[in-house]
């Protein structure tokens, strides 16, 4: 396939530029998806429904958003990208801004599923972007960046939308539809991001101005598949994502051991909120393991993948050590928020319940946060320029059906504990099963290594061929 030539080059300031915007709006879109479930109680009200019908609009927002990312993705393999991440992003901020403006619950959940389909371009064709702007030897760096991005997003639609919408649930919803305007403003001035440009093996027709045109084809979905490694990195979605997907019940654990402990029901909740919140700070530490596996990636082509299968599997005991080592919880019953929040910080220092409990939980994060990074990285390291965005939306939804599975069975194993161990030792137990998951996933990894060396050399030697034919 002869290659076209092009001019348009790119300064460092501008590569770095658009590095920043795009893990921004990483994390932008993951606060639009953040804004619903904090005020589950206003929407209901006013749009006269049950809460649960608003957990329904939720589960189906994120099986809609990670189906359409498979197509967006396919399409962005195909074509060029810049206007698909524009679009899409002008889709849910569309999207978000009619769920502010709703007056009923079929137009809030016809809203939020618009929105649902253009967030799906969001993650999938930024990820091919990034992958392209990046080079090997600093994927796992920057990738850490990436899915650290969208966990602090997350967040922040939490906080934005409890905070916003205290008065008014309709103004958060409003606010982050003007952000998502701007967002779609600020692609206008990103660098045109070049398919394969970070690789070594294009580097000298890329600076010869020689444009890399593969493009995926339906006839390459069946080699997607049968590369083993990307079988390995799919496939572990479902066991990683069903322990990480239980772990959001983690408020509840520590709220009913507050009431466990003779709280009130409402301190008990603000207890388990802050308790949660501060727990997975770990989370961070994602950047740690992007380096780590950056580091043993220049030693060995295992490197990675290595990284990954060690940090979910040391993880285990850590969390083992968290669910069912209790702790003494000593706050002010009925304090305003403020008070309790001052003394559950305190009690870290004071407790040496709560100091252990919280250094084996950011331990236990900060260990299975190796995950992420160096998913993303290997995605890109097996697989050439043109199928990263369809694999990562593939990975991505596998990753919704563990992630929906774990979060609703634990629910029932719950409830199954229950009969054997009074509350709150039934939720320590049921989180504390759901870990194993990690076993099948670091096993899963340890396969990855195996694989990834031969499938790193082919893509290699497939890219040299091709840089030879541009």
Do not use: C
Not at 69 to 88: E, I, N, Q, S
Not at 170 to 193: C, I, K, S
């Amino acid at each position: 396939m002869a290659g076209t030539r092009i001019s348009r080059r790119g300064n460092a300031a501008h590569r770095y530029y658009s590095v920043v915007v795009f893990v921004v709006l990483a994390s932008l879109d993951n606060v639009a998806i953040g804004l619903v479930p904090p005020l589950y109680g206003p929407i209901s009200g006013a749009l006269g429904v049950p809460q649960r019908l608003l957990g329904l609009v939720t589960a189906v927002s994120f099986l809609v958003s990670a189906v359409a990312a498979v197509a967006w993705a396919y399409v962005g393999d195909r074509a060029d990208r810049k206007p698909l991440l524009m679009v899409g992003t002008l889709v849910w901020a569309v999207g978000t801004g009619g769920s502010g403006l709703a007056p009923n619950y079929p137009a809030f959940l016809a809203a939020q599923l618009l929105a649902a389909v253009g967030l799906g371009a969001v993650g999938s064709v930024g990820f091919s972007v990034v992958t392209d702007l990046i080079s090997p030897r600093r994927r796992g760096l920057v990738m850490s960046f990436w899915g650290l991005s969208q966990g602090v997003g997350t967040l922040a639609g939490t906080l934005t939308g409890g905070i916003l919408g205290s008065t008014d649930w309709r103004r958060p919803f409003l606010a982050v539809t003007v952000v998502g305007v701007v967002a779609a403003a600020a692609y206008l001035f990103t660098y045109d991001v070049r398919r394969g440009q970070s690789e070594p093996e294009l580097a000298r027709a890329v600076d010869a101005g020689v444009e890399y045109d593969y493009r995926i084809s339906r006839a390459d979905l069946p080699r997607i598949l049968a590369r083993r490694t990307n079988r390995w990195l799919i496939l572990q979605g479902l066991t990683a994502q069903a322990a990480f997907g239980s772990l959001v019940w983690l408020p509840v654990l520590f709220a009913e051991r507050a009431r466990d402990q003779g709280y009130s029901p409402a301190t008990a909740v603000l207890v388990g909120s802050v308790f949660a919140t501060l727990f997975q700070l770990g989370g961070v530490l994602s950047i740690v393991g992007g380096l780590a596996g950056d580091a043993l990636q220049r030693r060995t082509p295992r490197g990675r993948a290595l990284v990954a299968a060690v940090g979910v599997l040391a993880a285990l005991p850590f969390y083992l050590v968290l669910f069912l080592v209790p702790i003494r919880i000593d706050v002010p019953d009925g304090g305003g928020s403020g008070a309790v929040v001052g003394a559950v910080l305190a009690s870290v220092l004071t407790e040496p319940t709560v100091g252990l409990s919280l250094l084996t939980a950011v331990v236990a994060l900060a260990l299975t946060s190796a995950n992420s990074p160096n998913w993303f990285a290997l995605i890109a390291d097996v697989n050439p320029p043109e199928h990263r965005g369809t694999v990562y939306s593939l990975g991505n939804l596998v990753n919704g059906i563990g992630r929906a599975a774990g979060n609703g069975l634990v629910g029932v194993a719950f409830h199954g504990l229950r009969a054997a161990f009074p509350p709150p030792l039934n939720y320590a137990v049921g989180l504390a099963v759901f870990q194993l998951f990690f076993i099948p996933t670091g096993l899963m990894y340890w396969l990855a290594s195996r694989t990834s060396p031969g499938d790193i050399r082919s893509l290699r030697d497939l890219l040299h061929t091709r840089a030879g034919r541009l």
